[in-house]
């Protein structure tokens, strides 16, 4: 099997990648569901004046991005195939949905 198409794939979807946005402010995801690839990253975005979580239990998504802090940006790739839900530890009303392909 010759590996070097799939590695040029591989590279080419890295090179296409996409970053979203996602803003919590007033302990709400905005926006509140995305359609992302694989290889996209979520930058999760603290606006308001008190602290966060985001994580997904989602089996090949799974990530944790501990306590944010006001005003500070975390970055998550989107590894697997999947529908995900990224929920707020804290707030447990904040419901983030994003589906990967």
């Known amino acids: 099997m010759n590996r070097v198409p799939i590695l040029i794939l591989v590279v080419l979807s890295f090179l296409c990648a996409k970053d979203y946005i996602v803003d919590q402010k007033g302990k ?5 569901k995305i359609n992302a690839k694989v290889g996209d990253r979520l930058i999760f975005k603290n606006s308001d004046s008190f602290s966060h979580n985001a994580y997904s239990d989602d089996e090949g998504n799974e990530f944790d991005i ?4 006001p005003g500070q940006d975390i ?3 989107l590894k ?9 530890a804290i707030h447990p009303n904040m419901l983030l949905t994003v589906e990967v392909k």
């Open 28 to 32: 709400t995801f905005l926006p509140a």
């Open 66 to 69: 501990g306590m944010q802090s």
């Open 75 to 77: 970055a998550v790739e």
């Open 80 to 88: 697997a195939p999947a529908t995900i839900a990224v929920e707020c």
